[in-house]
Each structure stands twice: as C-alpha cells, then as structure tokens.
C-alpha cells in the first residue's frame, strides 16, 4: 500500500474545508467588513496619500475580486495581504483607490450575480478554488466565469486584467474526477479572450512553506494549513505583479 504524504494528505482535507464557505466562515475568526460589503454586492474601498499618476487628481483604481485568500486568509496582518502588498507595488507614493469584493467559500457563479460595476484601472481575479471543492461542472464554471469577466469588463473595458488560477494542487481530481488544472485552463482561456493576463499559481500552493503551520493567531483569526501565510501572501504578489502587462503601474482609462 503506497504511503500518503503528509502535507498533501491535510492540505487535501482543508480544501473540502474551504470548499464549504458557510461552514468555514463559522468555523474560523468573524469576517471583516468586506465580506458582509461583497455579500450585499457592496463596496469596500480605501485611499492611500500620495500624488496622483498624471496631476490631475486621479488615482490609480484597483478592484480585488475573490474568496477568502482575497479577504486575507491567513496571513498574519492585513499588511501582509496579498491585496495590501500588490497595492504597495503598484503605488510608489501615488494615490491609490483600493476596492476588496471578497467572500469566502464564494464561486464564479455567485461573483457574476455582485454589484460589479465598479470602474478601474486595474482588476484582480482570483476565482476557481471553490468552483472545483464544490464539483462545479468545467463548463459551467466556464460560462459563469466569462460572465464575471463581462460584467468586469463592461464597468472597465481598458482595465488592465489579471486573472489567478486556484490556490490548489493542479493534479488534485474532485468527485467528478477533474483535476484543478482544468479548472485553471477554463480560467485562462475565459480571461485571454478578454484581454488579460493569466497567472498560474500552483507552484506557490505547492510549497509548503508558502502554508501554515496551522493555529498561528492571524487579523482574521487562527490559521489553517490551507491558506497562504505570509509567505504565500508575499509570493502571489510576486506573481500578480510580475504579470505581463502589469511590471509597471498603470495608467487610469476612465
């Protein structure tokens, strides 16, 4: 009988987990207010002092859309967020307008059915995690994923788009036997075909360092060994910024 690994065997489980919003969400620490925002298809939104990007008082708008690695689970801080750090590297001291659209357990379905009219100049989306753990037919995740990426793309047609694969191991099968790389292949395709950048984020999931150890005191509350710490944070920064087309800070298109 072939020995399971233990880091894939527990992280296998906090998938199922995570997959589950409403029982994750009573499970771990109470939600920050954009979760509650993002139910009601509200906004989030917060301002950063410095100088606008062209001197005419606009800043630079940049709209989060996701779960919960985008409502920060599980790093230590909110400063040590993804969203927080992406921000950081694309301000250089100039103004920046941040919106979060984040809830955890969320799928592609339940984003295109949010207030997504919400202008910017750049849009983050990290959407597929949930879509597979809830055994979301492809097609289906697919179609509501391009109907994200419309509603997205109507508010913000010269936005510059980047769009994460799931935070998840792409060989790992659900109970409809599909792996999560298809799930990434229906995400890239869905945003290539709207002009955006596709950035794979599984070698980041599949480093172990880039998770845990579980029951660390976090903002949001106790970590698991699912979620990104703050390394993992760190490093889909690294990637969402490194992404082509988005190395230098953007400027505002409406």
């Not at 917060?46 to 690695?69: K, T």
């Not at 790389?181 to 984020?201: F, K, P, R």
Request: charged share 20%.
């Amino acid at each position: 009988m072939r020995a399971i690994p233990i880091l894939p065997f527990l992280l296998l489980i906090a998938l199922m987990t995570a997959s589950c919003g409403a029982i994750q969400a009573l499970a771990g620490a109470t939600p920050r207010p954009s979760v509650n925002l993002a139910r009601t298809g509200a906004r989030h939104g917060n301002l950063a002092v410095g100088d606008s990007l062209d001197g005419s008082g606009q800043p630079l708008r940049v709209l989060f859309v996701g779960a919960s690695v985008t409502e920060g689970w599980f790093a230590s801080t909110k400063e040590h967020t993804y969203t927080e750090l992406v921000v950081k590297g694309l301000s250089g001291g100039r103004r920046v307008r941040v919106t979060v659209l984040a809830r955890p357990g969320i799928t592609a379905e339940g984003v295109a059915q949010w207030d997504l009219n919400i202008p910017a100049d750049v849009v983050v989306v990290q959407i597929a995690t949930n879509d597979f753990g809830r055994d979301l037919p492809v097609d289906e995740y697919s179609a509501a994923y391009a109907m994200m990426l419309d509603r997205l793309r109507a508010a913000s047609p010269k936005a510059d788009l980047i769009c994460m694969g799931a935070w998840s191991d792409p060989a790992q099968k659900n109970h409809l036997g599909v792996e999560v790389a298809d799930y990434d292949l229906a995400a890239q395709t869905q945003c290539e075909a709207d002009g955006g950048h596709y950035v794979d984020i599984s070698a980041a999931y599949l480093n172990a360092a880039n998770h845990g150890p579980p029951g660390r005191e976090t903002f949001i509350g106790k970590s698991d060994v699912f979620h990104p710490n703050d390394a993992g944070h760190a490093e889909l920064a690294r990637l969402v910024l490194a992404a082509d087309g988005f190395t230098e800070p953007a400027n505002p298109t409406r």
